[in-house]
């Protein structure tokens, strides 16, 4: 009986791999409907006649692109918003040297956890474009049920990376970002996610989740955890260590959460 047993496993273990190892192939970036197609081996693209490259070194691509830049991140707050959520990592965006701005419905103020008053910088109808999208919990609900508001999302075709703290990722999920990827959020709201949005790949216990060129992580002063590790992604682990030293921010575990992306600063 162990005979046959061991055989067994050994086919099973060979198919797993396989399947982890499958290569995706896509099209270079080309602003055409093409860019979000995925195929299972090479060929030419029948849209824009590229040849296909494989997504992994598209996204490495990508990302050696937005190192070279002055990195702007458009913080998205809807009335409600936790302080936290998107204090702390705005933190630490400030002091990693990136152009961070606010983005609301419209440019009234808002009441963020019933005390603090913000006034967005710019509203839906005229905000620039950023290299990353960031979204946050506290009231989220109000983000992914307004049509106008998930329009606009969507229609945001040049963001490098995608970044959610707390329930914010439900707003990611709402618009399809998530579909096919791992993600975590809010402990009370990961039942919900994992629900409401089968297409998305839900994950308990975790601090953040790094898909490459979607981050979610869970709630609240994760978003430092997840912040710094975007930092870590794009400037390097020492830089990402400097400003949690600046920022006092001595119980930081380096690494701590699930990394999916080819691209780990913690190996480098």
Not at 49 to 62: C, G, I, L, V, Y
């Amino acid at each position: 009986m162990l005979k046959k047993i061991i055989p067994l496993f050994a086919i099973l273990f060979t198919l797993t791999m396989c399947a982890r190892q499958k290569t995706v192939y896509v099209c270079p970036p080309c602003d055409n409907v093409c860019d979000t197609e995925t195929h299972d081996k090479p060929g030419t693209c029948t849209t824009c006649n590229m040849k296909f490259t494989t997504k992994e070194k598209r996204d490495s691509d990508a990302l050696e692109t937005l190192r070279a830049k002055k990195i702007k991140i458009a913080f998205y707050l809807q009335p409600g918003v936790e302080v936290l959520d998107f204090a702390g990592p705005m933190e630490v965006f400030a002091y990693a040297g990136y152009e961070v701005f606010t983005v609301s419905k419209t440019k009234e103020s808002i009441l963020s956890q019933g005390i603090l008053k913000v006034t967005p910088d710019y509203s839906i109808k005229d905000a620039p474009e950023s290299n990353i999208l960031a979204f946050f919990g506290g009231n989220a609900h109000n983000a992914y049920a307004d049509k106008e508001v998930m329009k606009w999302v969507k229609a945001r075709k040049d963001v490098d990376i995608h970044f959610s703290v707390c329930t914010g990722a439900m707003i990611l999920a709402k618009a399809e970002i998530l579909d096919g990827k791992t993600a975590t959020t809010f402990h009370s709201v990961l039942d919900d996610l994992e629900k409401s949005y089968p297409k998305v790949n839900v994950r308990r216990d975790v601090r953040f989740v790094d898909n490459g060129r979607v981050i979610t992580t869970a709630g609240v002063s994760a978003g430092i955890d997840g912040a710094l590790h975007l930092v870590a992604k794009l400037q390097g682990l020492e830089k990402a260590k400097e400003v949690a030293f600046y920022m006092e921010y001595d119980k930081w575990k380096p690494g701590e959460g699930l990394i999916l992306s080819a691209d780990n600063p913690y190996e480098k």
